[in-house]
């Protein structure tokens, strides 16, 4: 059965530290895997990952797939509090656009 | 483009009514899906849809029913409400074989 993991489940920081999300998985006919950003509406897309090793970046955030280890990190650097949100990771399988989620990452930072 | 739109954003129903949660997307997308998302669960797909009239059944698709007449419009329709099935539902649409996937708004729906 496809299944995907994200640790930690909730993270309560402050602002300026550094988080690393952590989503892994185990699916067949592995396609891509995505990194979504929800903020009490709709989740909106952050990155998606094909390729082992290749850094993905964005300002503050970046993200990096390991295809080996069949896993992602998601990093944040200088967090700021409308960092605040859930962090969802999902992965497809086939070339269907089924989307597997994992559980979500609440990320909460306090000033 | 106003992107995905859901209808309603909220809705209240009895144990035993059904309705239809309705979904469309003016970008000409190939793939839409239907997800719920439940407090510490992510989202969970229900049912999907490649092209239109082709459609199948996600990871909870119990209770629910889908069709996919034209490309624009996705609706999601619950037979015999149940409480179980109080949760925020989002529909989602993308291209065919790009992976990325844009969400509606969510109908947040309560069964009592």
Same mark, same amino acid.
């Given at each position: 059965e496809d299944k995907v993991v994200q640790s930690p489940l909730s993270l309560v920081v402050h602002e300026g530290d550094t988080v690393t999300?952590?989503?892994s998985y185990e699916v067949t006919n592995f396609r891509s895997l995505l990194?979504?950003?929800?903020e009490k509406k709709a989740p909106t897309f952050l990155f998606m990952l094909t390729s082992s090793g290749i850094e993905k970046k964005s300002g503050r955030l970046s993200s990096i797939l390991d295809k080996k280890e069949l896993f992602s990190i998601l990093n944040i650097t200088a967090t700021q509090t409308g960092d605040s949100a859930i962090y969802l990771c999902a992965v497809t399988s086939g070339n269907t656009g089924k989307l597997i989620f994992g559980q979500g990452t609440t990320l909460q930072v306090k000033p | 483009n106003a992107g995905v739109t859901q209808t309603p954003?909220?809705?209240v129903l009895k144990t035993g009514q059904s309705m239809t949660l309705q979904c /469309?997307?003016?970008m000409n997308h190939e793939y839409m899906s239907w997800y719920r998302q439940d407090?510490?669960?992510g989202l969970r797909l229900i049912h999907y849809s490649v092209g239109a009239g082709i459609t199948d059944q996600g990871e909870v698709p119990n209770g629910y029913n889908v069709s996919r007449s034209t490309t624009e419009d996705f609706p999601l329709r619950l037979l015999s409400a /149940?409480?179980?099935?109080?949760s925020v539902y989002f529909c989602a649409s993308g291209r065919a074989f790009s992976y990325e996937q844009y969400f509606g708004p969510g109908t947040r729906l309560t069964v009592t």
């Open positions: 999300l952590n989503c990194w979504y950003k929800q | 954003k909220f809705q /469309a997307q003016d407090p510490g669960m /149940a409480p179980s099935q109080t």
